[in-house]
């Protein structure tokens, strides 16, 4: 099915873990993004991807790694986990400036 | 950079009309885009606004006037299924990512 999903949809880990959440789009955007979402600080860019290979910082990138080998995955790694990184990770794709296609959510918890 | 200013909630009763405002200070503009999200769910995209003026999308309009860096969403005949949050957002200078404001949460009663 075309769109954007994420997956797990839920994860639970410990500190110093690594984990991964993937990111996949069907509609070949160039455009990619990933989003974390806290009570009180709503939507906070961590990194974005104009097209395959080209990444770039956001708002709050420490802790974070990306890649994009392929224009239509975009996975986001947490190389050693912590507790302030417990959140809903929002992966999105565009193709303009004006709309963002965002997937249902990654919910996040380190114990 | 941009910064996005919102109130942080609204509540109003059903079948009224509620405007929900976003002010908004950036280096260039690309436009101002509103986005709804339920809770446990993920935002999805309402109205953009390139130009001045009004764009209406059913009972839901957004405005913009880019010499005052002022926009708003206006919600008409509220519905309960209309209670949500609502995030105004804005490219940043190079037009390549977004920039969200902190959201206004929208508690439609009875």
């Known amino acids: 099915d075309a769109g954007i999903t994420q997956s797990p949809r839920y994860k639970i880990t410990e500190t110093g873990r690594q984990v991964t959440l993937m990111c996949h789009q069907t509609?070949?955007?160039?455009?990619m993004f990933w989003y974390r979402q806290d009570l009180g600080h709503g939507l906070r860019l961590i990194y974005y991807?104009?097209?395959?290979?080209?990444?770039d910082k956001g708002e709050v990138p420490d802790g974070y790694v990306v890649s994009r080998s392929k224009t239509e995955n975009f996975p986001l790694t947490l190389e050693s986990a912590t507790r302030s990184q417990t959140s809903v990770y929002f992966c999105?794709?565009?193709?303009?400036?004006?709309?963002?296609?965002f997937g249902e959510g990654s919910r996040l918890t380190v114990l | 950079g941009q910064s996005l200013e919102q109130p942080s909630e609204v509540t109003a009763v059903e079948g009224a009309i509620v405007q929900i405002n976003c002010t908004y200070q950036?280096?260039?503009?690309?436009?101002l885009s509103w986005y709804q999200q339920h809770d446990g769910g993920a935002p999805t995209f309402l109205s953009y606004?390139?130009?001045?003026g009004l764009e209406e999308t059913g009972r839901f309009s957004s405005f913009l006037s880019r010499s005052d860096s002022y926009g708003y969403l206006l919600l008409q005949e509220l519905q309960m299924k209309d209670s949500a949050s609502y995030f105004c957002?804005?490219?940043?200078?190079?037009?390549?990512?977004?920039?969200f404001g902190p959201g206004t949460r929208l508690s439609v009663l009875p």
């Open positions: 999105a794709s565009s193709d303009k400036v004006r709309e963002l296609f």
């Open positions: 606004n390139a130009l001045d």
């Open positions: 991807s104009a097209a395959a290979d080209i990444t």
């Open positions: 509609w070949s955007h160039s455009y």
């Open positions: 950036t280096s260039g503009f690309y436009g």
């Open positions: 957002a804005v490219p940043d200078n190079y037009g390549q990512n977004f920039v």
